[in-house]
Nanobody, 128 residues
Framework: QVQLVQSGGGLVQDGGSLRLSCAAS????????MGWFRQAPDKERESVAA????????HYADSVKGRFTISRDNAKNMVYLQMNSLKPEDTAIYYC?????????????????????WGQGTQVTVSS
């Protein structure tokens, strides 16, 4: 079992930055791939970024490449999403998620269905 508690988010102007944090419970955090997703009103949940358990392999949605950075600290059971050059279209509820790395230390899936555990969500609003 993994419990995920998110922090960060809020209101920022176009071009601004925010950092989201996700704290995971449990002693086997290093066995889990982690992902960040977002869901805007009337839209499906979409992948933003993912990072593998130990090799640090990362994947990003095309819409955030070069602006967002996912990172993790396995010693602290934390995963982060640094968001720079934010745009109004980044406005959404953001979720962190965890899944056991069944396919090895390079596994970093992007589909919501691949994840088992979810954080509570945090609102990010970018004003124009």
């Amino acid at each position: 079992q993994v419990q995920l508690v998110q922090s960060g988010g809020g209101l920022v102007q176009d071009g601004g930055s925010l950092r989201l944090s996700c704290a995971a419970s449990g002693r086997t955090f290093g066995d889990y791939a982690m992902g960040w997703f977002r869901q805007a009103p009337d839209k499906e949940r979409e992948s933003v970024a993912a990072i593998s358990s130990t090799f640090g392999v990362t994947h990003y949605a095309d819409s955030v490449k070069g602006r967002f950075t996912i990172s993790r600290d396995n010693a602290k059971n934390m995963v982060y999403l640094q968001m720079n050059s934010l745009k109004p279209e980044d406005t959404a509820i953001y979720y962190c998620a965890a899944t056991l790395s069944r396919r090895g230390p390079s596994f970093a899936p992007s589909a919501p269905g691949d994840y088992t555990y979810w954080g509570q969500g945090t609102q990010v609003t970018v004003s124009s």
